[in-house]
């Protein structure tokens, strides 16, 4: 072997091929012993392997830089270690925002829920540029028994079958719409075979009616349906989507025949709205009462002291009976219920009587009248000093007894004025009912008081 052939092995065999390099053309042998060695790995080499690859990837330092200072080595090491923090960091944000967008999306699709499509193949969140529960609106293209075509502009066809016209599936749509008629539907996110886009009107419907619901109960304005049908504890009311009236909040007064209200257009306040339930309560009686209270306030600017009314009894307390005018509720105090002592109301008149009132005084601020029953002249005005006359024991005392002469009007007999002897008991000269002869001694009309003798009106 020559010098130069002994040179080129020691060289051939000091140097290795780097892993994945493609070996020369002349050099086989070492190519062989790299590819067993990339198929067989040893342990050590196999864990090694990625800080080769690693330092195969990272640029080879300059040989000034060999050696770095320490100062050096803490910037690399700060500097290395702040481009990996931030990325972690965002990353972790990135995530948490996925997973707050990922909670907040169940509870909007339960605030506001999106129509489904028909059983059928899965479509795309969106059709022909729309998004699924958008409300469109169309003309009435063609029309058939089972459905009905609309022009959505565009170029874009629309279609709805009975199934998603109205309430009635069986319904015949030729006789539910006319051609040109605009119709308002929402887009169910899929396409029919005709490449179509399905609509549903009963949906459409549901979504503007339940947005006139939120909209009235925030403005405390009323919502126009008709009853339905009497159901258990009350009536079913159609407003676009099903409510329910309970019998307590149908009329101001109770309804005896519900069923002759079915049918009828009624106006209600509405009192609890939940379209996540699809739970809808109403009230016809705060209607009513609100028209009631509208009507009575412009019949009381009419209403002026001394006007007689006829007037319904709707409650009674102790201190007097409210008499019900056209709305107007007026209080018919104890006192001006009769010239007579009445103890309580109930003594003259009961709930549901119908009374002849005249107005004493009214309160237009504070929306009170004050009503009186005492049409008649007053008897103490007929009654004359001296005068004799009859009249029955209502009642006896220690000090006397009460006798009613002239219309009810009670007069008070002294003890001492029961006979011309001395009396120690009432009961020794009257009993209650009985019919005496009296004289008038005194009239005091300001404490309608008067004052009766018996021993006078028989001495003559």
């Known amino acids: 072997m020559s010098e130069a052939e002994t040179i080129l092995d020691s060289e051939t065999a000091e140097v290795e091929p780097e892993p994945g390099a493609v070996p020369d053309a002349g050099v086989e042998e070492p190519a062989a012993e790299t590819e067993a060695e990339l198929q067989e790995p040893e342990p050590e080499a196999a864990a090694q392997e990625p800080e080769a690859e690693a330092a195969a990837q990272e640029p080879e330092a300059e040989p000034a830089a060999l050696e770095p200072e320490p100062e050096e080595l803490e910037a690399e090491e700060s500097a290395a270690e702040k481009p990996q923090t931030e990325p972690v960091e965002a990353e972790l944000e990135a995530e948490e925002s996925v997973v707050e967008e990922q909670q907040a999306e169940p509870e909007a699709a339960v605030q506001e829920p999106q129509p489904q499509a028909p059983p059928g193949d899965p479509a795309p969140s969106t059709v022909d540029g729309l998004t699924g529960g958008t409300i469109v609106s169309g003309t009435v293209k063609s029309k058939a028994t089972h459905e009905v075509e609309l022009d959505l502009g565009g170029g874009r066809i629309g279609v709805i079958s009975q199934r998603y016209w109205g309430d009635n599936p069986a319904a015949d749509l030729t006789r539910e719409c006319v051609l040109g008629e605009v119709v308002n539907a929402a887009v169910l996110v899929r396409e029919d075979h005709k490449g179509r886009i399905v609509l549903s009107r009963l949906w459409a419907m549901q979504q503007i009616a339940w947005v006139n619901v939120a909209r009235a109960a925030a403005a405390n304005e009323a919502v126009t349906g008709t009853i339905t049908a009497v159901v258990k504890g009350g009536l079913s009311c159609d407003v676009g989507v099903r409510g329910f009236i309970p019998s307590s909040l149908i009329d101001v007064e109770p309804v005896k025949d519900l069923k002759a209200l079915v049918g009828r257009e009624v106006q209600c306040k509405v009192v609890e709205a939940d379209q996540v339930s699809g739970r809808l309560v109403l009230s016809r009686k705060a209607v009513v ?172």
């Open 289 to 460: 009462r609100a028209e009631q209270r509208k009507a009575a306030k412009a019949f009381m600017e009419t209403m002026s002291a001394g006007d007689e009314y006829t007037g319904k009894v709707v409650d009674l307390q102790d201190f007097g009976a409210f008499v019900d005018i056209n709305g107007v509720r007026g209080l018919v105090h104890t006192t001006e219920m009769a010239w007579k002592r009445v103890q309580h109301p109930s003594e003259v008149v009961s709930v549901g009587d119908e009374v002849q009132v005249r107005v004493k005084s009214i309160q237009k601020p504070k929306q009170r009248v004050n009503l009186t029953m005492k049409l008649t002249a007053d008897p103490l005005t007929e009654l004359e000093v001296g005068a004799v006359i009859t009249g029955r024991v209502t009642r006896l005392v220690d000090f006397g007894a009460f006798v009613a002469v002239n219309d009810g009007v009670e007069g008070l007999v002294h003890i001492t004025e029961m006979a011309e002897y001395r009396v120690y008991h009432p009961e020794e000269i009257v009993l209650p009912g009985e019919e005496v002869w009296v004289k008038v001694l005194s009239v005091d009309r300001k404490r309608r008081r008067v004052d009766l003798s018996i021993s006078q009106a028989i001495a003559g």
